[in-house]
């Protein structure tokens, strides 16, 4: 019990000075309201578990939009429904919190439907307080999704029906149903016993925060004396008499007994140990062994295409990361679009001693062929003097340009007689290098670890490209 | 720090990281959906906190939750996602939250597709959402600068308590270039205003209403000279072979990589063509513009949009020359030749 019933709990300020007007010591609340009766079992809770300090609530869109105005805790206002996306990141941001999720019936239930339902499911550590007065009670008096059947709002001047509006909404059912919950009961602040009640309710809900770190959800049902249109008194009496009937009060889930939290702490992670975390740590490529290759002026601009499965992308991808230690200008894109479709891929790739403007390759140097669509669609966009590599394995007809280079490489039987048809665009990647002499061979081989991410096909990759590179000497000899 | 060769979208995340990023609240869309998977990989094990929200609105609501707990937290997203967040980002402006979101933009309106569009121009610099705010927007044109503007985009958030937002496309997301990574940032700076659940933070209160008519106009004109230090001091932009410009390209993002390799064909010709390229949106480099319209005979705006960004150039150049447009849309990238062809027919 609190000490002192008489007094205003220390959790609200003595005067409410971010209060507008002149009137700093009354409340926004119409008499015979709701929200000042659950202000009050919220603020004395707070004060007696003295979690004032770490306390930090939630105010929603609705007529507790201004609670900031009276609890002396950390405030934060949140947009109409978002209160729960509010409170979650509130209390991840700072788990040692006190999070206090305060919500009206259209916030809660209409637009901010998801919001509930999902940080419920999250199981989030924070407590909801969820005032049921059937209506929007700061907008006007329209209809909420808690409105009875029959029940006339200013958004239904005849009642509610359920041809066009459906049933009211049982949230406490609905929340009760999800695994995550500790605690969800309905209560009412119909009389003096029954707000007794809700007292240890809402106790019992922030005390399993404070304790436990587990999810509650307290429903309320409470009076709105203005749209109602009734006088506080009788409000009251309605709440008591026929929104409880609507709304059956008790606990719908309490597993508080059993409940653990699963572990949610965190490991903090000094800045030093970033670049680790983050694989981005220094790497070291020995100059001297690039250096022939660092001062050549060129640039070569890729077109590599095949069937998906194929490797093409990650064709792509080795010859970029090859460039990069070799310090050249690098870019990759993966096709886009609808060619994408269709089982067909394609990637532009460039490499260069200097910078690189457009990513996009309209008009290759070299185009690598692993299919004969390939062949078809790109054979004629080849720059003069530029070349082709297309797998002779795959594909039966052969390039008709007669001013550029055509080599004709068994890239799929050459990988199958290693083992595996998957290093085809290996030994295309070897023939590549062999041929056109932009890279060191023996960086390529002792980096491509770095690059393939699956440490038993090391090996076989490394074999392919050497099997590319053997096949372009021999063609030479 | 070493080199790392990956896509735009995860060089946003590591830099996002360096930079002292605690918290990534997000929903998953195409074409942005690898920052949310480098956010979910690389977070938890950097000890901050990664959550898939439940939806796009939840998660720009996070966002404001964190911001105002005073982490240094960010989103990301793509068209359709990013008009679902507009109103959360004007709670953010409003209540003048830090926070960073980057925009993946993708062709549109409507579903559009995932292709890579400039489309969301006005979306994102405009404001986009309710009332008069403006967000710091910083459109990155490679792999690198998605890392380093990960970094500049928290400073400066944190600089003027405001929303920023990387405004990238598909194009610049999804290719991988290589990326010097920065140092980590070690020092932060304090945030008093913050709730953190402390003692020192019970007095605050973090939110954007103000019933009081007076009190919101009052909140308003303090909001609008911050906008207006930042158009003084924050303007970037780049300029490429402007010098003895007689046309000069303005454009950003995937659009300028394109328009910088037909400069160097037009040059090759002897076509005294140069290209300007806005980094930060807002603040746009009017003056800039402005002072360029001395030197060049015209203006081309390549954008893959109707001219959105075209406008703000018209409004810098003020009439005093012509300001032409090329447009492309639905995922398409101009082609080096058709910005050539639309130059040469300009110049002749």
């Known amino acids: 019990m609190a000490k002192d019933i008489l007094r205003k709990s220390e959790v609200f300020y003595d005067n409410f000075d971010r209060k507008p007007g002149l009137d700093k010591m009354t409340t926004t609340y119409c008499p015979g309201c709701g929200h000042g009766i659950l202000h009050k079992l919220v603020a004395e809770a707070l004060e007696d578990f003295g979690v004032q300090d770490r306390t930090m609530f939630v105010s929603p869109v609705g007529c507790s939009v201004f609670a900031y105005y009276y609890f002396d805790v950390g405030n934060i206002q949140a947009a109409h429904g978002r209160a729960p996306a509010v409170a979650t990141a509130l209390k991840r941001a700072n788990p040692e919190s006190i999070v206090i999720d305060y919500q009206g019936d259209g916030d809660l239930a209409a637009i901010g439907g998801a919001e509930i339902l999902n940080a419920a499911n999250r199981g989030e550590g924070i407590t909801v307080f969820f005032v049921n007065n059937a209506t929007y009670g700061m907008t006007g008096g329209q209809m909420a999704p808690t409105t009875l059947i029959g029940q006339q709002t200013m958004t239904t001047p005849k009642g509610r029906t359920v041809a066009n509006e459906g049933y009211p909404i049982k949230m406490s059912e609905i929340i009760s149903t999800l695994k995550a919950p500790v605690y969800v009961e309905r209560v009412m602040l119909g009389d003096v016993k029954s707000i007794r009640k809700a007292r240890k309710s809402v106790r019992k809900a922030i005390q399993i925060q404070i304790e436990q770190n587990g999810f509650s959800f307290i429903e309320v049902l409470a009076s709105c004396p203005s749209n109602l249109k009734k006088t506080p008194i009788d409000s009251q009496n309605w709440v008591r008499e026929v929104l409880q009937e609507n709304y059956p009060l008790g606990v719908y889930k309490d597993i508080s007994a059993k409940f653990v939290s699963p572990d949610k702490s965190k490991t903090p992670v000094n800045y030093k140990d970033l670049p680790k975390v983050l694989n981005i740590e220094e790497t070291n490529i020995d100059k001297n062994r690039i250096a022939e290759f660092t001062n050549k002026q060129f640039h070569e601009q890729f077109k590599i295409a095949g069937f998906g499965g194929q490797g093409v992308l990650s064709l792509g991808i080795v010859l970029s990361e090859m460039g990069m230690r070799h310090d050249f200008q690098v870019s990759w894109i993966p096709s886009y679009g609808p060619e994408m479709r269709g089982g067909t891929a394609n990637c532009s790739v460039q490499l260069s001693s200097k910078n690189i403007g457009s990513p996009v390759v309209d008009r290759p140097t070299v185009l690598v062929a692993m299919n004969r669509p390939s062949i078809d669609k790109f054979e004629d966009s080849v720059a003069e003097n530029g070349y082709i590599f297309y797998d002779s394995s795959l594909i039966d007809i052969e390039p008709q340009r007669k001013d550029i280079n055509i080599i004709a490489i068994p890239a799929t039987k050459i990988a199958d007689d290693l083992g595996t048809t998957k290093v085809a665009n290996m030994v295309i990647v070897g023939a590549i290098i062999e041929k056109l002499g932009i890279m060191s061979k023996d960086v390529v081989l002792d980096s491509i670890g770095e690059v393939i991410k699956k440490q038993k096909l090391i090996n076989i990759n490394k074999r392919a490209i050497l099997k590319g590179v053997e096949f372009i000497q021999n063609l030479t000899k | ?348």
């Open chain 2, 1 to 348: 720090m070493g080199k790392q060769f990956l896509k735009g979208n995860e060089a946003v995340v590591k830099g996002a990281i360096l930079a002292g990023c605690t918290a990534y609240y997000g929903y998953p869309i195409t074409p942005a959906s690898e920052i949310a998977h480098a956010a979910a990989k690389y977070l938890p094990l950097a000890g901050g906190t990664f959550v898939q929200a439940e939806s796009e609105v939840a998660a720009i609501n996070m966002v404001y939750g964190a911001a105002g707990a005073g982490q240094r937290v960010m989103t990301a997203s793509s068209g359709p996602g990013i008009s679902l967040k507009t109103e959360g980002i004007s709670y953010c402006a409003g209540a003048e939250l830090p926070c960073v979101i980057v925009s993946i933009t993708r062709g549109g309106p409507g579903l559009g597709n995932i292709g890579p569009e400039q489309s969301d121009y006005n979306q994102l610099v405009k404001g986009g959402g309710h009332g008069c705010y403006k967000t710091i927007v910083l459109a990155p044109n490679s792999v690198q600068e998605m890392c380093d503007f990960g970094l500049m985009a928290f400073d400066l958030a944190d600089k003027y308590r405001t929303p920023v937002i990387i405004a990238a496309d598909g194009f610049i997301g999804q290719m991988m270039e290589p990326v010097n990574f920065p140092e980590p940032v070690k020092v932060f700076p304090a945030k008093p205003w913050a709730i953190k659940g402390t003692k020192e933070t019970r007095k605050n209160v973090i939110s954007s209403i103000e019933l009081d008519f007076d009190d919101l106009e009052r909140h308003n004109i303090k909001l609008q000279k911050k906008y207006a230090i930042i158009e003084e001091q924050e303007v970037r932009y780049e300029e490429y072979r402007t010098d003895d410009a007689e046309i000069i390209l303005v454009c950003y993002g995937i659009a300028s990589r394109v328009v910088q390799s037909a400069i160097d064909n037009l040059r090759a010709e002897g076509i005294k063509a140069g290209m300007f390229r806005p980094i930060t949106l807002f603040p746009f480099p009017h003056e800039r513009i402005s002072q360029l319209c001395d030197k060049a005979s015209n203006f081309l705006t390549v954008e893959m949009s109707n001219g959105q960004m075209n406008d703000d150039v018209r409004l810098s150049v003020e009439g005093k020359k012509p300001v032409h447009l090329l447009s492309r849309y639905g995922g398409n990238v101009h082609t080096i030749k058709e910005i050539h062809a639309k130059v040469i027919k300009i110049m002749r």
